[in-house]
């Protein structure tokens, strides 16, 4: 057997694939591994390029596998997903990974570090209790509208609909619907500590490091936003400039040119979901903020006059995500834009 010199490993929850070749091209290494050989096979193996899909637990193994000396790459699914010659199966996964990470022009994912990862756990878990309070809220002026109570929009009117419930001598809800609703009324309770405890993990988190301390001086970063974009961007580095970021995040139009014409449509939402909804936020932030006082950003003005909300908004977030990156890769902080006279 030839010296492997590239291999492609196809993961998964228990039965892993290996897909090996030699400096030829030629296959050298076609193999089956349970999870617990695993680490024990590619300790044997000599020190190769490994190309593995950026899915769920692939930052764990890129970690263990380049800690025994390999050359560990992760790479989008769906730029590996060409090179599937026919049907789908471990194997033929396996063998994509392995032709797609000897391309020149792959793009590779940064392997995140623990510490990434449990920040990232974070916002996950702040972004599901957040959706668990939106369906108690839901459930619970659903239910009270059936007997004619409704309440404004908002907290405050949530809130009143909790003092009902807490009131035995409100006649208006029948004692086995008080009941149920008092259970969603805990919950909720419970639901908001949780995302209270949550938020100050993230301020924390965001405060902890001297880009996330300098990627909230930027209009409509909070700590929620910077936080995010410090554990996912391990090595800001890796993108070429600001565009190629926003890019990434899914901040571009979508291209669909042909025979030297240009057509561009709206954002092509590929990327990470959760920095594009952050971002967005943050500039309709600062729109509403311009819109009430004013702002001393012409490029603004200029294109809220010539834009609707949410694309100006959009834009403004492109722009946001450039400055992030270009905070986080020169070390400096945010400056205020100085206004020529005329």
């Known amino acids: 057997m030839g010296q492997v010199v590239r291999v492609g490993l196809d993961i998964a929850k228990s039965v892993f694939q290996v897909h090996g070749v030699d400096t030829n091209g030629e296959v050298v290494l076609r193999r089956r591994l349970t999870r617990a050989r695993v680490l024990p096979f590619f300790a044997g193996l000599g020190p190769c390029r490994i190309g593995i899909e950026a ?3 692939a930052h764990f193994w890129a970690r263990e596998i380049g800690r025994l000396g390999h050359d560990v790459k992760l790479m989008p699914p769906s730029y590996v997903k060409p090179y599937v010659k026919r049907q789908k199966n471990d194997s033929a996964d396996a063998e994509a990974i392995c032709e797609a990470v000897s391309r020149p022009s792959m793009r590779f ?6 510490t990434q990862q449990s920040t990232l756990v974070l916002h996950r ?22 007997f004619g109570v409704v309440a404004p929009i908002g907290r405050k009117g949530l809130q ?3 003092l009902i419930i807490a009131d035995e001598a409100d006649e208006r809800v029948p004692a086995a619907a008080r009941a149920c ?26 405060r902890a490091t001297d880009a996330g301390r300098r990627l909230m001086s930027i209009p409509g970063v909070g700590p929620v936003l910077a936080s995010a974009l410090v554990a996912s961007v391990p090595d800001p580095f890796a993108f070429r400039n600001g565009r190629n970021l926003a890019a990434w995040i ?10 030297g014409k240009e057509r561009l449509g709206g954002i ?75």
Do not use: F
């Open 55 to 57: 899915c769920a637990t």
């Open 109 to 114: 994912v940064e392997a995140k570090t623990p």
């Open 125 to 146: 878990t702040r972004l599901m209790l957040m959706r668990q309070r939106t369906q108690l809220s839901n459930a619970m002026r659903g239910h009270m509208a059936e």
């Open 160 to 162: 009143k609909l909790v």
């Open 181 to 206: 609703l008092r259970m969603l009324a805990g919950q909720l309770e419970l639901v908001n500590a949780q995302v209270l405890d949550i938020d100050r993990r993230v301020m924390a988190s965001a």
């Open 250 to 259: 899914g901040l571009v139009p979508k291209q669909n040119s042909s025979g």
């Open 268 to 342: 092509t939402k590929q990327g990470n979901r959760y920095l594009r909804q952050m971002l967005v936020l943050g500039a309709m932030a600062v729109i509403r903020y311009a819109e009430r006082h004013g702002t001393r950003r012409p490029w603004l003005v200029k294109l809220m006059a010539r834009r609707t909300t949410k694309v100006a908004a959009v834009a403004l977030a492109n722009k946001m995500a450039r400055m992030a990156w270009a905070i986080m890769t020169s070390g400096q902080p945010y400056r205020e834009p100085v206004l020529q006279a005329a």
